[in-house]
T-cell receptor, first 118, second 112 residues
Framework: GENVEQHPSTLSVQEGDSAVIKCTYS??????FPWYKQELGKRPQLIID?????GEKKDQRIAVTLNKTAKHFSLHITETQPEDSAVYFC?????????????????FGTGTRLTIIP | NAGVTQTPKFQVLKTGQSMTLQCAQD?????MYWYRQDPGMGLRLIYY???????DKGEVPNGYNVSRLNKREFSLRLESAAPSQTSVYFC???????????FGPGTRLTVL
């Protein structure tokens, strides 16, 4: 099955600086990669995702890049703000696998706790 | 539209006790999931249900049972709780039409 590794486990950055979180995956057939943000005591929520036919996707201060050859993808947050402090999870899935039809059986990374220092 | 709801929010059990965690969604989603979240371990899938009447094991199913009561409800049962099951449990749902998996607020379970 799929295995997703995420680094670093903790990250502290000064407010206004950029933050980068990296994930690697093992199944070369994986083709969908979402990122979830979980604020303290809250539920995880999707913030951005990317499909394997795209190399980069941006949404305001957040971007995700994908390198299919190296089997890794990264989350980039620019101009960080205090409200960016949270735990971030990457995930992967092969949506073309028949066992995944009709469901989103994601494999999650172990999470990165991001702290923005004012 | 409440999204995904879970009950209870907190629970303390003694070793060997049983309980059922309840989950319901009002988004008409076909797929539902149960995860556990432990420090440093991320979200691990316990069981999932691709549609009403079907359930399948995830990554860590041992010690748990599930029931997809109808399209809205998906319950998780611990028959004989163990301290290793101390965790935060999240229910989620999704639909093939959308990319997002919607999570409930979680249940914090402590087994003494």
């Amino acid at each position: 099955g799929e295995n997703v590794e995420q680094h670093p486990s903790t990250l502290s950055v000064q407010e206004g600086d950029s933050a980068v979180i990296k994930c690697t995956y093992s199944d070369s057939a994986s083709n969908y990669f979402p990122w979830y943000k979980q604020e303290l005591g809250k539920r995880p929520q999707l913030i951005i995702d990317i499909r394997s036919n795209v190399g980069e996707k941006k949404d305001q201060r957040i971007a995700v890049t994908l390198n299919k050859t190296a089997k890794h993808f990264s989350l980039h947050i620019t101009e960080t703000q205090p409200e960016d402090s949270a735990v971030y999870f990457c995930a992967a899935i092969n949506r073309l696998n028949p066992s995944n039809f009709g469901n989103e059986k994601l494999t999650f990374g172990t999470g990165t706790r991001l702290t923005i220092i004012p | 539209n409440a999204g995904v709801t879970q009950t209870p929010k907190f629970q303390v059990l003694k070793t060997g006790q049983s309980m059922t965690l309840q989950c319901a969604q009002d988004m008409n989603h076909n797929s539902m999931y149960w995860y556990r979240q432990d420090p440093g371990m991320g979200l691990r899938l316990i069981y999932y249900s691709a549609s009403e009447g079907t359930t399948d094991k995830g990554e860590v199913p041992n010690g748990y049972n599930v029931s997809r009561l109808n399209k809205r409800e998906f319950s998780l049962r611990l028959e004989s709780a163990a301290p290793s099951q101390t965790s935060v449990y999240f229910c989620a749902s999704s639909d093939p039409s959308y990319n997002e998996q919607f999570f409930g607020p979680g249940t914090r379970l402590t087994v003494l």
